[in-house]
């Protein structure tokens, strides 16, 4: 008689959900034009930035146009990602407060390893991403599992035990992930800026959502707060609490776009 397989569990998973912005190209070209003034006028600040330059972190309240369509856009884009994840009525009376920074890395700058303490996601978009000089993991973010991987992962190379994940996302790409998981940004060795924005989204009570939810409750069971909407799609459903003496429903119904 031989053992038998029932199944593999997948716990304490890492999401890093990945979006490409629409119309990235034109808004890449506008936003450069913007940074270039910024920089001109602004002394910038250093965190975990080695070189380049760090923005103030105001990406959100920014009034230049490519500033705001693309904040926009990236706040769509991370009201998805909470959806895809979340448990659908715990949406109701939340909101997503984001904040956000430019990097500009030349040559030699890259950001040392951290974590963004204080949001539920973090995001890096990218605006300007040059081709390594020498190929290889130069201008990547990589994250780092603060689990170290077991003894003998080495000689295994599990794609399900290993501790690092790089990435080197193309212009356009909105790369999300927990803000707990730690990442750096590899040193950039082209001759050419590496331009990218940095983000924050925590996600708070909206008091004023949950009294107007009060009043709602009676007449809607399952309602997305405007905030937090996005454009929806095929998300993952969580299973959610029966009510008492019902039965749970099989399958969910994919989120309203
Ligand atoms: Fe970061």
Redesign the pocket.
């Known amino acids: 008689m031989s053992n038998k397989f029932r199944k593999m569990n997948l716990v304490f998973a890492s999401p890093i959900p990945v979006y490409e912005i629409a119309d990235f190209e034109r808004i890449n070209a506008e936003i450069i034009k913007e940074i270039d003034d910024r920089m001109k006028n602004e002394a910038g600040m250093v965190r975990?930035n080695r070189s380049g330059w760090h923005s103030d972190l105001d990406f959100f309240a920014r009034k230049e146009p490519a500033h705001r369509e693309l904040a926009q856009k990236i706040m769509q884009c991370l009201a998805d990602a909470t959806q895809r994840v979340a448990n659908k009525e715990a949406l109701k009376n939340l909101r997503l407060e984001c904040d956000g920074w430019v990097n500009v890395n030349p040559k030699g700058g890259y950001?040392v390893p951290?974590?963004?303490p204080g949001a539920f996601w973090?995001a890096?978009y990218y605006i300007k991403v040059p081709p390594s000089a020498t190929g290889g993991m130069a201008g990547s973010?990589e994250f780092i599992d603060h689990r170290s991987a077991p003894p003998g992962q080495g000689l295994v190379k599990s794609p399900y035990m290993r501790s690092l994940h790089a990435m080197k996302p193309a212009p356009g790409t909105l790369v999300v992930f927990p803000s707990t998981l730690k990442?750096?940004?590899h040193p950039n060795d082209a001759d050419e800026d590496r331009i990218t924005i940095?983000i924050n989204a925590k996600i708070a009570v909206d008091p004023a959502k949950m009294q107007q939810a009060k009043v709602e409750a009676a007449h809607e069971s399952n309602r997305l707060v405007p905030g937090l909407e996005g454009p929806g799609g095929d998300a993952p459903q969580l299973p959610q609490p029966a009510a008492k003496g019902k039965k749970a429903p099989a399958k969910r119904q994919p989120a309203k776009a």
């Open positions: 975990s950001n951290h974590d963004h973090s890096a973010i990442h750096w940004v940095a």
